[in-house]
T-cell receptor, first 113, second 113 residues
Framework: DADVTQTPRNRITKTGKRIMLECSQT?????MYWYRQDPGLGLRLIYY???????NKGEISDGYSVSRQAQAKFSLSLESAIPNQTALYFC????????????FGPGTRLLVL | GNSVTQMEGPVTLSEEAFLTINCTYT??????LFWYVQYPGEGLQLLLK?????DKGSNKGFEATYRKETTSFHLEKGSVQVSDSAVYFC????????????FGQGTTLQVKP
């Protein structure tokens, strides 16, 4: 079984709709992250959470919100989707030690029409 | 600010050719450096890492040396295989305990038989 899972894997939605992307992990890590990947731009950090009560904005948080429901679950919401939020979204986890590796989920491909 | 710059792709090589993918960085403090690989349709996987100057990371025949004097972390492999075809991302972990990764834009490698 995968250590970091994301649902859905693919999603098509319309402008203005609210959608939620979910991430679950079985690695027992405290830290979780949401990134988006755009062609030619690499991955950019949207939000990150160091534990259930600690949530921080990344470099591109506008238009997004998150919820850390439990240590193992971290959800990303688009309150009112717009076409330039079309991207590949990745969840990642890491151990509490600052230099530890991040482990990525398989990604969610989102298309906003 | 902190940033990572990778060579433009795509890189197309024949099987058994020598691979170099250049990566340079700008960072305050003493970052850790990483190479991640993304195979088609999958999430990112850690390929190798180095946590201090002059460290060499290696895995699956790939190597990269952390060069503080040239702020570089170039990825090399002596003999590539078709199965190495993927997108390669160079990344730095900001020093301190933030856990925030900064990614380069990615370099696509295509290896032909």
């Amino acid at each position: 079984d995968a250590d970091v899972t994301q649902t859905p894997r693919n999603r098509i939605t319309k402008t203005g709709k609210r959608i939620m992307l979910e991430c679950s992990q079985t690695k027992g890590h405290d830290r979780m992250y949401w990134y988006r990947q755009d062609p030619g731009l690499g991955l950019r950090l949207i939000y990150y959470s160091f534990d259930v009560k600690d949530i921080n904005k990344g470099e591109i948080s506008d238009g997004y919100s998150v919820s850390r429901q439990a240590q193992a679950k971290f959800s990303l919401s688009l309150e009112s989707a717009i076409p330039n939020q079309t991207a590949l979204y990745f969840c990642a986890t890491s151990d509490v030690r600052g230099r530890e590796t991040q482990y990525f989920g398989p990604g969610t491909r989102l298309l906003v029409l | 600010g902190n940033s990572v710059t990778q060579m433009e792709g795509p890189v197309t090589l024949s099987e058994e050719a020598f691979l170099t993918i250049n990566c340079t960085y700008t960072a305050t403090g003493y970052p850790s450096l990483f190479w991640y690989v993304q195979y088609p349709g999958e999430g990112l996987q850690l390929l190798l890492k180095a946590t201090k100057a002059d460290d060499k990371g290696s895995n699956k025949g790939f190597e990269a040396t952390y060069r503080k004097e040239t702020t570089s972390f170039h990825l090399e492999k002596g003999s590539v295989q078709v199965s190495d075809s993927a997108v390669y991302f160079c990344a730095l972990l900001i020093s301190g305990n933030t856990g925030k990764l900064i990614f380069g834009q990615g370099t696509t490698l295509q290896v032909k038989p």
